[in-house]
């Protein structure tokens, strides 16, 4: 489902750092696991445990491990990323990000009793001899539970369209993510999800698409 930025925006409240929030992504660091060899990727991640609509708590940095079921260019091993910065994961914008899907996601699953959520900080570049790829496994499902994914901000990219499948595989839309808040909410039992390759517009200046990746699985659910 697409939500637009100004619908996000009101469901998160005042965000008093955005500016400081957005700027972070200056900071990532080269994915070394790319199977491709690409260098066009970027990112941070960080672990959290959630309560359902209540507590939210950062958790020891650990690895970020798919099977390859989910995951067949990357799965089936350990990925050790640098960690999100403290100030960034304490900070207003994140916490209203993950109190807020805590929520809806919670309400979506009324028997689950603790959520692990993984938050993910990326960005893909772009240059004139090489396109960058958001989903360089293609269309896929994460092995979760649920999915946000936030854009932070695009430069001079063409393209970066998401599109929704079912579980056959058939195309059921697509939405492309503009201004900074759109949203992409993904049930990952249902469907499929991907994001088509970005381009740059003006080849002589930087290229890049910014989003903010953040997953629920349930740890532990209540019969019923």
Known sequence: MFAPGSAVRE?????VDWDAFAASWQQLV???YMADHGRYRRRRHAVFRALPGGLIERQPHQAHYQTLEYNPLHGGVQRWFEPIADAIAAGSCMQRVLGATNVLFSALSPRVAQWHVEVHQFRI????????????EGVHRDGVDWVLVLMIQRSNIAAGTTTIHDLGGAQLGSFTLTAPFDAALVDDHRCFHGVTAVTPIDPTRRAFRDVLVVTFRAENSTPG
Do not use: I
Not at 11 to 15: F, K, T, W
Not at 125 to 136: F, N
């Open 11 to 15: 469901q998160l409240g005042e965000v």
């Open 30 to 32: 080269v994915d070394p």
């Open 125 to 136: 570049e772009a240059s004139d001899s090489a396109a960058g790829k958001p989903t360089p």
